[in-house]
Nanobody
Framework: QVQLVESGGGVVQAGGSLRLSCAAS????????AGWFRQPPGKEREFVAA????????DYADSVKGRFTISRDNAKNTVYLQMNSLKPEDTAVYYC???????????????????WGQGTQVTVSS
């Protein structure tokens, strides 16, 4: 029902910034919670950030809190991840995802999300 397409990845030096975008199809996306996950080379996929449909609830992994900002524009069916002060350990494939099941709290498990983008590579050089 929902298709997600990430963009904005690339190669940056440590301390630099990138802004990832996730464009979604369909009007129903605006009612879903959305999240960002990442998978570093040789490691498991991990939670990065999540945002409720109304943007009133936001959650960040401790590793990115204070450096990354998640936001969304429901009129454009788009969710963003602004990444500042990037570190080499931020290098990963970044995925956006949508959770169609309502929950009183934002969820961090990849298994909780129903729709996924193809991923975009972020490489931070030291």
């Amino acid at each position: 029902q929902v298709q997600l397409v990430e963009s904005g990845g690339g190669v940056v030096q440590a301390g630099g910034s990138l802004r990832l975008s996730c464009a979604a199809s369909g009007r129903t996306f605006s009612t879903y919670a959305a999240g960002w996950f990442r998978q570093p080379p040789g490691k498991e996929r991990e939670f990065v950030a999540a945002i409720s449909y109304s943007s009133t609830n936001i959650d960040y992994a401790d590793s990115v809190k204070g450096r990354f900002t998640i936001s969304r524009d429901n009129a454009k069916n788009t969710v963003y991840l602004q990444m500042n002060s990037l570190k080499p350990e931020d290098t990963a494939v970044y995925y956006c995802a949508a959770d169609r099941v309502w929950s009183p709290t934002l969820r961090r498990g990849a298994h909780d999300y129903d729709y996924w983008g193809q991923g975009t590579q972020v490489t931070v050089s030291s």
